[in-house]
């Protein structure tokens, strides 16, 4: 059985939110970053983790997409245009949306003190509503980044636009509230969310 390492209010919910997805079965083991739980799979002691035949797998996008691929559901097969559209906008995800908030959370809490910039935070959101206007328009008229079909960089941006919303990004248009909400109304998503 999987076991998914990491606390609830992390990149972890991704990974349990995909396992509830696919309906396989999973332990999860709730430990921080850096703790001996984690440490002892993972040395960077980053989470989340998947521990799958016996392997410790990092990174949440990789894991998503490795689950995905192994049960065959939540994404288009390898190997065909619409999976490279649906890399290309997971890819967007990560570099413009959970860089951004990734950051500015370093620079407002992670870093040691003498180290942070936080008016980092001001450049960074007016990037991050320049995303915006462009993952709406990517959107249209969904439901899904890839129209009818729910897939992993679903997942992802929803997990971020939470994240967002907590960090005080802005996330305006009504669109793209419509979609956090339509996202997170997923049995599966409401299921991981309680874990
Ligand atoms: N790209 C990685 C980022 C992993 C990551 O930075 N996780 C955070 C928690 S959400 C963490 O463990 N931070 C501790 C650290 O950076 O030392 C992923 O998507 O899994």
């Known amino acids: 059985m999987y076991q998914v390492i990491g606390t609830f209010r992390s990149r972890t919910l991704r990974v349990l939110w995909m396992l509830e997805e ?8 709730q430990a ?10 993972n040395p960077d002691g980053k989470i989340p983790v998947l521990v799958a035949e016996g392997t410790a797998l990092t990174d949440s996008s990789a894991i998503l997409t490795y689950l995905a691929d192994k049960h065959g559901g939540v994404t288009f097969p390898a190997g065909t245009i619409e999976r490279a559209r649906q890399d290309g906008l997971l ?19 992670y870093l040691p003190q003498d ?3 936080p008016e980092i935070k001001g450049p960074l959101i007016w990037e991050f509503s320049k995303t915006m206007r462009s993952m709406e328009n990517i959107l249209g008229d969904g439901p899904f980044l890839m129209g009818e079909t729910f897939t992993v960089p679903d997942i992802v941006l929803t997990h971020c ?3 967002a919303i907590n960090a005080k990004f802005p996330v305006e248009s009504d669109n793209l509230r419509a ?3 339509r996202c997170r109304g997923r049995d599966a998503f409401k299921r ?3 874990t």
Request: net charge negative.
């Open 91 to 109: 890819h967007k995800v990560l570099d413009e949306v959970d860089a951004a908030l990734w950051l500015a959370t370093r620079h407002t809490f």
């Open 192 to 194: 991981a969310a309680e």
């Open 179 to 181: 979609y956090i909400k």
């Open 115 to 117: 180290q942070r910039m």
């Open 22 to 29: 696919l309906g396989v079965p999973y332990e999860h083991i």
């Open 161 to 163: 636009l939470g994240w």
């Open 32 to 41: 921080g970053p850096h703790s001996d739980a984690v440490k002892n799979v």
